[in-house]
């Protein structure tokens, strides 16, 4: 008896890491995305498979996460984030090149190493502030800055202009709750204003990326070419209705009207099958992901958890609104998956890993407060 409830309790234990409301989220959504998978990746043998293979390795990856205390995660935020820096110095010079986008390293699979990025930033910006609790000045937020800019500049150089946003994002949401005063934030407002019309849209920017955009405003202008994925996404989004067509009955997807519609334009698949009401459910349930990962958030023991927090929420809520963003024609097209609903190892594997972090600092503040 005694050794059976042995057992009983190392496997409660083991189970206790998944924090509960999360984890049912996590399930919903994915098994949302494996619903719609099956539809629009019908012509894709072995994508379901391959998916619910994902999602194994994406939940091995939360567990392991899950079980890394903040504490031990901080010590290596100098180590990932370096190794990282160096992965996009190797890409820079020597790697793959796929569709004119270097982004890649051969290592006997390719990888793609700014995916890594995505954690690591937010990770060394979050033990940087850490250190310089209670004694941070201007010059700490400019450091921070520096930091951020460093992978963000090596990712948009490749390009790869969808990374590099995400990027940004969890990294300016680590400076943003470190405590970056307003008046700041309003400059910085201010000069991104002045300078995107004056040195990033005509310097900075691909010939490509300003097509992009000029596409969003007026998909009309090229209907066979480069607008062409924006009005059949839309096309699709509309004439689902409010009730939708239909499980398997989308004709956008399955006639191949929609381009890359088991991974970015997923989103279009599922609002032709299930209309708004659909939408709103699925919506609803990203809204409940990011209201539970504020919760956490809010409820973190220590200003690195709280920050590393902080910083995958707003990953979370960027991967949603961009893609869903794109495919409705109201932001431009970047290669941004719909998170745990999208077909793909990679995003998955970094998503897992962000929420094994999230349900890290959750049983974090539990120990703490016992």
Not at 118 to 138: C, N, S, V
Not at 188 to 212: C, E, G, K, N, S
Not at 258 to 272: K, M, W
Not at 278 to 304: D, E, H, K, Q, W
Request: charged share 10%; with cysteine; aromatic share 12%.
């Amino acid at each position: 008896m005694q050794h059976s409830r042995f057992n009983w309790q190392s496997m409660r234990s083991y189970i206790m890491v998944f924090d509960a409301p999360l984890a049912i989220l996590l399930f919903l959504i994915m098994s949302t995305g494996i619903i719609t998978l099956y539809s629009a990746g019908i012509d894709f043998p072995g994508r379901v498979e391959d998916q619910l293979r994902n999602i194994l390795v994406s939940f091995v990856i939360m567990w392991i996460f899950a079980n890394i205390p903040p504490q031990t995660l901080m010590r290596f935020a100098i180590p990932i984030y370096s190794f990282g820096v160096a992965l996009l110095l190797a890409v820079a010079a020597f790697g793959m090149v796929k569709k004119g986008a270097r982004r890649w390293l051969n290592v006997g699979t390719p990888i793609q190493p700014s995916e890594i990025m995505k954690i690591a930033t937010p990770l060394m910006l979050a033990w940087y502030f850490q250190k310089r609790e209670g004694a941070l000045r201007l010059k700490d937020f400019v450091v921070a800055t520096v930091i951020l800019l460093i992978p963000t500049g090596l990712i948009a150089k490749q390009p790869d202009l969808g990374t590099a946003l995400l990027v940004v994002a969890a990294g300016f949401a680590v400076i943003f709750l470190a405590g970056l005063s307003w008046k700041i934030l309003i400059s910085l407002i201010t000069f991104v204003a002045i300078v995107t019309p004056t040195v990033v849209w005509p310097y900075m920017l691909h010939d490509y990326q300003r097509d992009r955009v000029l596409t969003m405003l007026d998909p009309t202008r090229d209907p066979l070419g480069k607008g062409f994925h924006i009005i059949q996404s839309t096309i699709a989004v509309g004439s689902g209705g409010l009730h939708g067509k239909g499980w398997l009955k989308g004709t956008q997807a399955h006639l191949e009207f929609i381009p890359e519609r088991t991974t970015d334009f997923i989103f279009a698949v599922f609002s032709e099958e299930f209309g708004f009401i659909g939408n709103v459910i699925l919506v609803s349930l990203y809204f409940l992901l990011i209201l539970r990962c504020l919760m956490i958030a809010a409820n973190a023991p220590t200003l690195f958890a709280r920050l590393m927090a902080g910083s995958v929420t707003m990953i979370f809520f960027t991967y949603a609104f961009v893609n869903m963003g794109m495919v409705s024609g109201i932001l431009p097209v970047v290669g941004v998956p719909l998170p745990f609903l999208s077909y793909g190892g990679t995003a998955l594997v970094t998503l897992g890993m962000a929420a094994g972090i999230m349900m890290s600092v959750q049983r974090n503040r539990k120990l703490v407060q016992t």
